[in-house]
């Protein structure tokens, strides 16, 4: 993103900045109308509308945890309250034959969350930092507990469904089949997309991040933190709320789930792993999440420990995320010093890969013995048969992680000499690091 | 009591390290199931000495090696740290004492009733609870406010490299404090894993409303913690004891309830707003304090 900037300060490219900007976008959508060609699958489909409904609502979450440095930790609210609003919306418009077409009822869920942002908004942002992330947690708790108490409106542990199909027609649209589903989600999100990207480039945005960098230096420039925080919170509510309806137009039904931790959890794992510190990044996060998550949990019982495990490992290791480990290369493949660090990847790639697999290995057969003690040890785990009762197992598993956790932390530090030296050469280049 | 027990090592480990401790609820589950093994294999008494030091040792450890070269990434990575490990421990938890919950009985000892007020029988194990809460308590604050150790802690606090060079390690220092932290987590953990049910959810539901207390009391307060903790005890107690709403406090005053949402409203007792009681407390009290009751304004 940064450099577009850079590229339109000189003008004979502005034209080609314009023409790679559009580009981007042009391409983005000519994916989105090709990918259900290339996999035709029902499973699919499904899959894909699922990442785009993911990909608004970890973008929308962006706003807070990248933009304007909240920690939120009940995201959800705002996702699950439009996702709600949008089946009521549903129900009442077949209901009374009203003349709303079903793409239009996103909106709903959108004006929903803005509504409700804009409510518990005030209170959550008057502080920042650990405190609203305590409040938001609060909140969370706050609606979450109300879903179940208020039966009549959020339907209580069964939640509420609608049917898509009734509503208005046009074109001969009934959104009956996933295909229609996923280019209505594709639509949604590509607008949404759109509009965030737009939105970090206004004013607004851009005191967002005055506001996470500085808030002090903010209040003397003559603003106000509390007052630009809430306008990004009202923001991030809006797209939630579009995310949450579509979700609710994918899945037929809305229930307390939606509102819940775990969904404000998933978002922040989302957006977290594919990095906070470009736009790309919760795009890239959401969908490697939800990828991860619907083939994961296919192959182990026990996905969400290897995920937890994956979320520490990016915290520690990788706090700019996926695409925040990738943008870091880009100095030095400008430079043409990438070369340099490429060998020593390859070395530090197997001692690492041989620890993780030991830790698997390790955790696969624990697992075995706690939760089905009784089974045949004879068990699978990703597909691999292995012998979990066999000694042979728990040498190997033990050797794999000790070995490797040695050979592991002696070739990242010649990584990390590879680097230094790259970047060296790079910056002598005259390329900035 | 038991809230300002975890709290107040909450409260400890904010103020010293300035991280809020998302995982601090897990230590207290593992510290419950810690115990419920031990207690199995030796005994509960054994158990209730056993259990704190481990947890705490492994506090210890995460703090060394997990949150520390974390903190360069700033407050967010850090709460982000403590927010996965949450998520891990819980994950283990389940996969090694599964989802169900575990027969973690009060031992004999104390199994009898203490007094009977209304011919509701008070168990000697509150009693128990209640004491060792207050020896803690108690011993925490001598320690912290009158001993040469907190003397060091406190001033490791806010002149962390003053303290460097009168040659304290302030790293061993941070060490300690998270791990004593957590080790007061899990002596909660122990003797409430008996009383409360010991299962894989028990950090979940408690977690939000210890940060409800510190954040309610002030962030980084003792006696902000403790006071809030009393207040919310006593809010949910007395709204569980209570059995009235809108339509009976109104009675034939109030209106036609023909719109199903409304008589929801109307129609839900004290007792079933319970649970949300602390979070309610939490968003009147923001928009009346937003420092919290005994916080100091933010710097």
């Known amino acids: 993103m940064s450099d577009l900037s850079n590229a339109a300060a000189s003008p004979g490219s502005i034209g080609t900045a314009k023409l790679r900007f559009y580009g981007w976008w042009i391409a983005t959508a000519a994916v989105l109308v090709v990918l259900p060609y290339i996999f035709r699958s029902g499973g699919a489909l499904t899959a894909f509308s699922l990442v785009g409904i993911s990909i608004i609502f970890s973008l929308s979450y962006n706003i807070l945890l990248g933009q304007t440095g909240m920690l939120s930790f009940g995201h959800a609210v705002y996702y699950g309250l439009g996702g709600f609003l949008a089946i009521h919306g549903m129900n009442l418009i077949a209901g009374l034959k009203l003349p709303v077409p079903l793409p239009l009822v996103p909106l709903i869920g959108a004006l929903a969350g803005l509504f409700f942002a804009a409510i518990l908004g005030w209170v959550s942002t008057r502080r920042s930092g650990t405190a609203f992330a305590m409040i938001s947690l609060g909140v969370a708790e706050l609606v979450a507990s109300s879903a179940l108490i208020l039966r009549s409106f959020f339907g209580g542990e069964a939640g509420v469904s609608a049917n898509r199909t009734k509503l208005l027609r046009v074109f001969d649209l009934n959104f009956g089949s996933q295909i229609q589903i996923y280019y209505l989600v594709a639509f949604w999100t590509l607008i949404a997309a759109i509009a965030m990207y737009a939105l970090t480039r206004t004013p607004l945005g851009r005191m967002c991040n005055a506001v996470r960098d500085n808030p002090e230096r903010v209040q003397f420039v003559g603003y106000d933190p509390h007052v630009v925080r809430y306008l990004a919170f009202c923001f991030a509510g809006f797209f939630a709320g579009i995310a949450g309806a579509l979700a609710a137009i994918n899945f037929e039904i809305a229930n307390s789930a939606y509102l819940g931790a775990v969904q404000s959890g998933t978002v922040l794992f989302a957006t977290y792993i594919g990095g906070v510190g470009f736009f790309i990044g919760p795009i890239v996060g959401a969908i490697f999440v939800t990828l991860l998550s619907l083939g994961l949990s296919d192959l182990t019982s026990v996905w969400q420990l290897y995920f937890g495990i994956f979320f520490i490992a990016v915290v520690m290791f990788a706090p700019g995320g996926i695409t925040g480990l990738l943008m870091m290369h880009r100095s030095l493949l400008k430079a043409g010093t990438l070369g340099r660090v490429l060998p020593s990847y390859l070395i530090a790639f197997v001692p690492t890969l041989a620890m993780v697999a030991g830790l698997m290995l390790a955790i696969e057969t624990i697992v075995h013995y706690t939760v089905n003690p009784g089974d045949d040890p004879n068990t699978k785990a990703f597909g691999i048969p292995f012998d979990a009762s066999s000694p042979i197992t728990w040498v190997l598993a033990t050797v794999l992680i000790i070995v490797g956790f040695f050979l592991a932390r002696k070739s990242w530090t010649r990584v990390g000499r590879a680097w230094d030296d790259a970047t060296t050469v790079a910056r002598e280049k005259g390329v900035h690091a | ?299």
Do not use: C
């Open chain 2, 1 to 299: 009591m038991l809230l300002f027990l975890m709290a107040s090592g909450l409260t400890v480990i904010f103020s010293m390290l300035g991280v809020l401790n998302f995982a601090h609820a897990s230590f207290y589950m593992l510290g419950a199931f810690f115990g419920f093994q031990i207690s199995r294999w030796i005994g509960f008494w054994p158990a209730l000495l056993i259990a704190p030091p481990l947890v705490g040792a492994i506090g210890a450890a995460v703090e060394r090696y997990g949150l520390r070269p974390v903190h360069k990434n700033g407050h967010v990575a850090e709460l982000l740290f403590t927010f996965g490990l949450a998520f891990a421990i819980e994950e283990v938890v389940q996969i090694i004492w599964g989802k169900s919950p575990v027969d973690f009985r009060v031992p004999p000892v104390l199994d009898f009733p203490a007094f009977t007020i209304f011919s509701t029988n008070y168990p000697a194990y509150k009693m128990f609870m209640l004491l060792v809460s207050i020896v803690i308590f108690a011993g925490l604050l001598i320690v912290l406010k009158k001993t040469r150790i907190g003397l060091i802690v406190q001033a490791a606090l806010t002149h962390p490299h003053m303290v460097g060079h009168l040659g304290h390690n302030v790293g061993r220092i941070f060490m300690l404090v998270f791990g004593v932290g957590t080790a007061l987590a899990a002596v909660a953990g122990v003797i409430a894993g008996p009383a409360l049910v010991t299962q894989s959810n028990m950090a979940g539901l408690l977690g939000p409303i210890l940060f409800v207390v510190v954040v309610v009391g002030g962030l980084g307060s003792l006696p902000g913690a403790f006071i809030a903790s009393l207040l919310i005890g006593l809010v949910q107690t007395f709204a569980v004891s209570m059995d009235g709403s809108l339509a009976s406090a109104f009675g034939p005053l109030g209106p036609g309830n023909k719109n199903p949402f409304v008589a929801d409203i109307w129609n839900v007792t004290i007792a079933q707003i319970a649970p949300i009681m602390p979070y309610f407390l939490l968003v009147l009290i923001l928009i009346v304090r937003p420092m919290g009751l005994l916080g100091k304004r933010e710097s």
